[in-house]
């Protein structure tokens, strides 16, 4: 019975195992690939089933009518994706301290009212917020630009982040701020002397979330850019819409989903730590 | 002592509002609006667009396409999460290795994989009808056929999102108690019964919280459609919010697409609430 | 010399109400009560930590009731051992030295030397969880 059990469980792990990296390997084969590799029907290994080329990745970083550029949409995405990151954490650290710590109060709202407020904004789909966010960027002139995408990213980024700190700072003794207090900080002072350097975990995690959701985001892209400014996301999809040869795409999108397959490591590493179990003892 | 809780909660709160608040308190004014190509400005033409969401029969199917296809696909990446995550949570040889591999997918961007998807299931050139060959099944149609579309949106959203499962659900297993296994391995419960006595119980918290997550992400679901089939073959694999895109952005009735989009907004909120209490009663309800 | 008058919190637990007492300079006072009479509520009171409804609180004569905690120099010791775990245990013990406005080296001068008098020298530089339950 157990034997059969850790059969059944090996098996379990290396198929999906397989389906999680099959996709990676059809594009990192056929980004090698050329006209004729692609038409005679699906082939896997290089040099026994096709001659591989390396045409794919070289019309990346060519300009001009026979490439395509990745260079410039993969320095936008990074531009966006972290200024949107690096606002929302610091913006959304500071109110789910403030959230964790202070009573607030506006008639009958109080504070698990307004953290709701802020992680219910999870709910909205985007689709609803699309047309006006239109609009309001055409009234600012931002349209097109990196600086309305990041206002856009930090509405959608802002609520990952005051949740997961939330969650974080509810882990903190309260004992904490308070000795720093009577050691001869102000309530602002104990935040940044002694409860920041204590958050590099959570600011990791949350971090991290933020990252993923903005570089990954598409729509929002999609219907607020045009030509000036142009993310991954959305110039792979006017690729697969034109007729793009698939070793490009194959490549383009390769490089895409890099730096955040990396990421999945230090994940990996934040994910079962333990981290406050030297506050008290 | 004012002054400084205020410090940490005010620019947070203020820049959320000014940014959702307005354009939702904008899309509610213009959802009373007969705004379209033709005319586009804030007149006032009363509920007439509601009345027309609610006779539209392509957006209540297409709403109803959407939850057969969130229920399907998040009960498949809790389950196959669960299993993931049990699989490893005990030493496995490569353990770490393996939990690295199966985070990734959550890590990349739907629409990019969605571009390789499409190429995967391409019904002559890709590798997936390709491979069924081997096994000596005849070609499927896969982007073609009504089912066969649903079914490869289902397939890539559970590539895509059972690690965000897999996450969650182990980073729950790791931090169980240990004195309940005690107990079971003293009333000498097998493995079987193990699960359902101690662990299942103990992770309704997570599990409930994962479902409920997903469940919102899943229900906004448009990229990958947008991508793999367009909504296509014909209205086969439309989701709400694609459907309300086609209205909004492509047809240019923003009128119209501002009040299916708050229809559709107030179910969502209404369901996933229905759906969080269920859980609560049934899981916990359990436990307690 | 601690003086309070008619102090009264409004603490959602445990709330005081009326409490007035006066504590001379230079004696040690010793407060009993059951759990949950208020003992530790009373101490937060004083340091600043609660919120006053009512009453007042003065330390050598002057109100200290509406002062921010750091400004009230007074120091509560807690019942669980607490330490700020990003610090070694000699930043540890300089850090309300630094509040207080001594420089980096003097500070730490002096935390060196109090940490070696209760025989803790050899662990300067270890952080808190490094040492074992019996040492801090």
């Known amino acids: 019975m157990n034997k059969f059990y850790h059969i059944l469980k090996t098996l379990f792990l290396f198929g999906w195992s397989l389906f999680v990296v099959f996709p990676f390997l059809w594009a990192l084969t056929t980004s090698f690939k050329d006209a004729n590799a692609i038409t005679s029907g699906a082939t896997y290994i290089p040099w026994v089933d096709y001659e591989p080329s390396t045409q794919g990745w070289t019309s990346l970083f060519t300009t001009g009518s026979q490439g395509i550029n990745i260079v410039g949409p993969f320095i936008d995405s990074a531009a966006v994706t972290l200024i949107a990151s690096l606002v929302s954490l610091a913006l959304g650290t500071l109110a789910a301290y403030g959230l964790s710590r202070f009573e607030y109060r506006l008639g009958f709202v109080k504070n698990a009212d307004i953290t709701f407020f802020f992680i219910s904004q999870r709910i909205m789909p985007p689709i609803v917020l699309a047309i006006p966010f239109f609009l309001m960027l055409k009234e600012l002139g931002a349209l097109d630009t990196i600086f309305g995408l990041v206002l856009v990213y930090v509405a959608l980024l802002l609520p990952i982040a005051v949740w997961v700190m939330t969650d974080f700072f509810a882990g903190i003794p309260k004992e904490l701020d308070e000795m720093a207090m009577t050691d001869g900080c102000s309530p602002i002072g104990a935040f940044f002397r002694v409860i920041l350097p204590n958050s590099v975990p959570g600011l990791v995690v949350a971090g991290m979330f933020c990252l993923i959701f903005g570089w990954n985001d598409f729509f929002f892209a999609f219907t607020l850019t045009f030509t000036e400014t142009q993310l991954l996301p959305v110039s792979i999809v006017s690729l697969n819409s034109s007729v793009t040869p698939w070793w490009s795409l194959s490549a383009f999108a390769l490089i895409s989903v890099a730096p955040l397959a990396c990421v999945a490591v230090i994940v990996e590493r934040y994910m079962s730590r333990g981290t406050m179990s030297g506050a008290i003892r | 002592m004012l002054s400084s809780k205020h410090f940490f909660l005010l620019p947070a709160l203020l820049t959320l509002v000014a940014i959702i608040l307005f354009p939702l308190l904008f899309t509610i004014r213009v959802s009373f609006s007969s705004w379209d190509v033709f005319q586009s400005g804030l007149d006032y033409i009363g509920g007439k667009n509601y009345g027309r969401v609610f006779a539209d029969e392509r957006f209540w199917q297409s709403l109803g396409r959407l939850s057969l296809l969130s229920l399907i696909s998040v009960s498949l990446q809790y389950t196959l999460g669960f299993a993931l995550a049990l699989a490893v949570w005990k030493q496995v040889r490569g353990g770490r290795f393996l939990r690295v591999l199966f985070l990734i997918p959550m890590m990349t961007t739907p629409v990019v994989m969605s571009v390789i998807w499409r190429t995967v299931f391409h019904e002559s050139l890709g590798p997936a009808n390709d491979i069924l060959g081997m096994f000596g099944i005849g070609a499927v149609p896969w982007l073609s056929s009504a089912t066969g579309a649903f079914i490869s949106v289902l397939i890539v959203e559970v590539w895509q999102w059972t690690p965000f499962m897999f996450l969650l659900l182990l980073a729950g297993l790791v931090s169980l108690p240990r004195e309940p296994y005690l107990a079971a391995a003293i009333d000498g419960a097998g493995a079987w019964r193990t699960f359902w006595q101690v662990t299942f119980p103990l992770m309704a918290p997570i599990t409930i919280g994962a479902l409920i997550i997903r469940l919102i992400e899943a229900s906004k679901i448009m990229d990958t459609v947008y991508v793999l089939t367009s909504g296509g073959p014909g209205t086969a694999t439309e989701t709400s919010s694609y459907y309300i895109y086609i209205r909004g952005l492509r047809d240019f009735q923003i009128g119209y697409s501002a009040a299916l989009s708050l229809v559709y907004l107030v179910i969502m909120i209404v369901s996933l609430t229905v759906i969080a209490k269920l859980l609560l009663r049934l899981l916990v309800g359990k436990v307690g | ?136």
């Not at chain 3, 008058?5 to 040690?28: E, H, W, Y």
């Not at chain 3, 009479?37 to 009171?45: D, V």
């Not at chain 3, 008098?117 to 300067?124: E, K, P, Q």
């Open chain 3, 1 to 136: 010399m601690l003086q309070v008058d008619q102090l009264t919190t409004a603490d959602p637990k445990v709330s005081l109400q009326d409490i007035s007492f006066q504590f001379d300079a230079g004696n040690i006072y010793t407060i009993l009560g059951r759990t949950g009479a208020g003992k530790t509520e009373l101490l937060r009171a004083l340091m600043g930590l609660n919120q006053l409804v009512e009453g007042d609180i003065q330390l050598d004569g002057q109100s200290i009731a509406k002062r921010p905690v750091k400004d009230r120099s007074m120091s509560l010791v807690y019942q669980q051992f607490i330490n700020y775990p990003h610090l070694s245990v000699l930043d540890n013990v300089a850090f309300p030295l630094r509040r207080q406005g001594k420089r980096k080296a003097e500070a730490q001068l002096l935390a060196a030397k109090m940490l070696m008098t209760v025989g803790l020298g050899d662990f300067l530089q270890r952080r808190p969880a490094q040492l074992s339950g019996g040492q801090p």
